[in-house]
């Protein structure tokens, strides 16, 4: 019926997707957890292939925040656009903050 099986469905987030579009988007999910185990934190982090992508960003705050001596409950978080159209493009991470993918604008 090309549909996500209740089991998976039930063990991951809420998705539309058919289970193509789904097993596409999992083994992208699935390579950058592996890179990211085994090469570090990548350069480009693609936000969609998070579980839970508000713990990785309040992660990144709190880092900042710890290195810069900063209170935690002071601090807040922006976003800039760059001109970065591929994630080749970049060359390295920031020290503070990431460079993120997967982000679609609506409306």
Same mark, same amino acid.
């Given at each position: 019926?090309?549909?996500?099986?209740?089991?998976w469905?039930?063990?991951?987030?809420?998705t539309?997707?058919?289970?193509?579009?789904?097993?596409?988007?999992?083994? %992208?999910?699935? $390579?950058?957890?592996?890179?990211?185990?085994?090469?570090?934190? !990548? #350069?480009?982090?693609?936000?969609?292939?998070?579980?839970i992508?508000?713990?990785?960003?309040?992660a990144?705050?709190?880092?900042?925040?710890?290195?810069?001596?900063?209170?935690?409950?002071?601090?807040?978080?922006?976003? %800039?656009?760059? $001109?970065?159209?591929?994630?080749?493009?970049?060359?390295?991470k !920031? #020290?503070y903050?990431?460079?993120?993918?997967?982000?679609?604008?609506?409306?």
């Amino acid at each position: 019926n090309g549909k996500l099986p209740t089991m998976w469905a039930r063990l991951n987030p809420a998705t539309d997707k058919s289970l193509s579009s789904w097993m596409l988007w999992f083994q %992208k999910r699935y $390579k950058q957890y592996k890179d990211w185990v085994e090469h570090g934190e !990548p #350069k480009v982090m693609w936000l969609p292939g998070l579980h839970i992508p508000e713990t990785y960003i309040a992660a990144l705050v709190q880092a900042a925040c710890r290195d810069k001596g900063w209170p935690l409950d002071k601090s807040t978080l922006y976003t %800039k656009v760059t $001109k970065f159209t591929e994630s080749n493009q970049v060359s390295e991470k !920031p #020290k503070y903050g990431c460079f993120v993918s997967g982000l679609h604008l609506e409306g």
